[in-house]
Every structure is written in C-alpha cells, then in structure tokens.
C-alpha cells in the first residue's frame, strides 16, 4: 500500500508542481502584455487582468501539493520537535487527520460552490466561473494524496529547516 501511494503522490505531485510552475510563467506573460498593450499601445487589454487572477487562483492550489508534500506547511511545530516515539507517531497521525479533514471540507463546499457557479460567466471572457473554482476541490483532492504520501514516508522541510 506504501509503495502505491508513493506511485501515485510522484505523478500527482510532480504535475501539479510543473502545471503551477507554467501557471506563474502564464501569469508573468500576461502582465507584462498587460503593461505593453496599456502604456505603449495606449489600448488596454480587458481580458488580462480577470485571467490572471484566476489563473493564479490554480497556480496556488496546485503548488499546495508540494508544500503538503514537503512538510513545509505551517504545523505544530513545538509539539514535532519535542516529541519521540510513539508520542511523535500520535502527533504526525494528528496533523495527518487534521489536514485530511480540512481537505474534505475543500472538497465538499468546492464542488458544492462549483456546482453553483456553473452558469455564471467572467465579465471580461465568455468563459464559466467554474473553471476558476474547480481550482478548489482539484487542488484539495491532489493535496490529499500528497498529505498520505507525507505521512507515510516523511519529508519535514520545516523542522530540518527552522532554527
């Protein structure tokens, strides 16, 4: 099971990191076309703006994943570092469960909010608004594969990290 998870949380994290990693690049694209079509070509581009937000938007739920994996999320921090043993298993299962927990909850209110967004528009582009908060439950889903991942074979960047 070990191994399958470890599988899986490869794929997933290294698309989601490579896919926000070009999302940035997009977005930098973008405002720089911004800046060039509203102060050299004195007509300002109307869609640019509104894309990069929600583009950004996907960037950071997608680059969550490798934060989760990593361990490079906020935690609790004093309790891991003291901890040994068995305690330390209890703590790294409880920060597991939290996060599982607060990724379900993601999930649910964002394909709920997906589902009622469905219809609506962006106002500079003829494009559905799910696009943009199907960010939500996307990222949840791919971070809950990476938090197993981290429970199950440990890289905790901010312990080693902190001073």
């Known amino acids: 099971m070990k191994a399958l998870i470890l599988a899986i949380d490869r794929r997933v994290t290294w698309l989601a ?3 926000a ?3 940035l690049a997009v977005i930098c ?4 076309w911004q800046v060039v079509s509203r102060f050299i ?3 300002p581009s109307t869609f640019t703006e509104e894309a990069m937000r929600r583009l950004l938007i996907w960037a950071v739920f997608l680059g969550i ?5 990593r361990g ?4 609790v921090d004093l309790m891991a570092r ?3 043993g068995t305690w330390r298993r209890v703590v790294r299962s409880l920060i597991t469960g939290v996060s599982l927990a607060f990724l379900a909850v993601l999930v649910w209110f964002g394909i709920n909010l997906l589902w009622r967004v469905r219809f609506q528009t962006f106002a500079s582009m003829e494009l559905s608004m ?10 949840a889903v791919m971070a809950m594969v990476a938090v197993l991942a981290n429970h199950v074979d440990p890289i905790n960047e901010e312990l080693d990290n902190a001073q």
Do not use: E, K
């Not at 694209?29 to 720089?32: A, E, K, N, T, Y």
């Not at 490079?72 to 935690?75: D, F, G, K, M, Q």
């Open 72 to 75: 490079a999320l906020v935690s």
């Open 21 to 23: 990693c070009l999302l």
């Open 82 to 84: 003291v901890s040994r």
């Open 29 to 32: 694209v973008l405002g720089m």
């Open 41 to 43: 070509l004195s007509q």
């Open 130 to 139: 799910a696009w943009a908060y199907a960010a939500l439950p996307v990222g």
């Open 65 to 69: 994943v490798a934060a989760f994996r």
């Open 17 to 19: 990191l490579h896919l």
